[in-house]
């Protein structure tokens, strides 16, 4: 309270010990010249106490940007009235599904960081979402997201344009759980294995990364008639389709390098489409070295000859 009231901009606070009772406080918003407050490393030794006492304060917060991180944070409240903030940065907590479930009072939010927490269904968290009208950022890596499909619907925020899935545990129902007009996609290290042709068109998807998921083959564009830039290394892709660059005309760059390649003679087409691609494989060629057979192993794709 003496900082928020002070001229103090922006006020970092790290590696605190709660000593003391947490107890009910009226804290006083008016007259700050206060814009961020970051917290990292807050540990709470109070372990009977309510709740809405200790996140009221942080949640009625009338200032733009708040990071509370790495601090064993289990719930934040929603705001009691329209909030200001712009950016909440809460990772590395254990925050779980019911976090702003229902919250009408964070239309301003544009940017939300949720990664390295304790999410388990993405229905719910595309559920929480569709009361952010202005958020156009997420990042929900590294968390232990699932969607089985079912004919679930998902609701998200018309305006999310850019969303981190990454290192969660999501299959191929993924993509009947994704947002409309989102233009940048990472599904990085999940459990994919095939993207279905009859996707959800996100007609607005100009970026998307597989990599590290479980993908047998390139991915077509049947669904994502904008994209420009696919990742799919470090997959399980042997012989690579020939024919990407026709389904997808808009690539303008294909990551597919670091996959256990079989140097057979399906193979070549592939490697003769790197030379009509004109550069669109990136790191070629390095990162395309034959797997198979074992009297190959080692030798670069550009190399491979029958």
């Known amino acids: 309270q003496t900082v928020w009231h002070s001229s103090v901009e922006y006020f970092n606070i790290n590696n605190v010990t709660q000593q003391l009772d947490i107890e009910?406080?009226?804290?006083?918003?008016s007259g700050t010249s206060m814009k961020a407050l970051t917290m990292k490393e807050i540990k709470i030794t109070d372990m009977y106490f309510s709740q809405d006492n200790l996140y009221k304060?942080?949640?009625?917060?009338?200032?733009?940007?708040?990071?509370?991180?790495?601090?064993?944070?289990?719930?934040?409240?929603?705001?009691?009235?329209?909030?200001?903030?712009?950016?909440?940065?809460?990772?590395?907590?254990?925050?779980?599904?019911?976090?702003?479930?229902?919250?009408?009072?964070l239309a301003q939010l544009e940017t939300l960081i949720l990664q390295k927490n304790k999410f388990e269904?993405?229905?719910?968290v595309s559920f929480m979402t569709s009361h952010m009208k202005s958020l156009t950022y997420l990042d929900m890596s590294n968390n232990l997201?699932?969607?089985?499909?079912?004919?679930?619907q998902c609701q998200w925020a018309e305006s999310l344009a850019e969303?981190?899935?990454?290192s969660n545990q999501l299959v191929d129902a993924v993509f009947e759980c994704l947002p409309a007009n989102v233009q940048k996609l990472s599904l990085q290290n999940n459990h994919i294995s095939n993207v279905p042709s009859r996707v959800a068109e996100l007609k607005s998807l100009q970026e998307l990364n597989l990599a590290s998921n479980r993908l047998a083959d390139l991915p077509g564009?049947?669904?994502?008639t904008s994209l420009q830039f696919l990742n799919v290394?470090?997959?399980?892709?042997?012989?690579?389709?020939?024919n990407f660059f026709q389904s997808c005309p808009r690539?303008?760059?294909?990551?597919?390098?670091?996959?256990?390649?079989?140097?057979?003679?399906?193979?070549q087409a592939f490697i003769q489409l790197e030379r009509r691609s004109g550069g669109k494989l990136f790191g070629w060629p390095a990162a395309y070295v034959c797997e198979y057979p074992e009297g190959l192993r080692g030798t670069e794709l550009k190399d491979f000859h029958l």
């Open 24 to 29: 009910r406080y009226n804290f006083d918003y």
């Open 57 to 105: 304060i942080f949640a009625d917060m009338n200032i733009r940007e708040m990071t509370i991180a790495d601090s064993e944070m289990i719930h934040m409240l929603c705001p009691s009235r329209k909030s200001s903030f712009r950016y909440l940065n809460f990772l590395k907590n254990d925050l779980t599904d019911f976090l702003f479930q229902k919250c009408d009072n």
């Open 121 to 124: 269904s993405l229905r719910k």
């Open 145 to 152: 997201l699932r969607h089985d499909g079912a004919g679930v």
């Open 163 to 166: 969303l981190d899935l990454s």
């Open 221 to 224: 564009c049947g669904g994502f």
């Open 233 to 242: 290394e470090m997959n399980s892709i042997l012989t690579p389709s020939a």
């Open 251 to 267: 690539v303008r760059e294909l990551q597919a390098g670091h996959n256990p390649f079989q140097c057979s003679c399906e193979l």
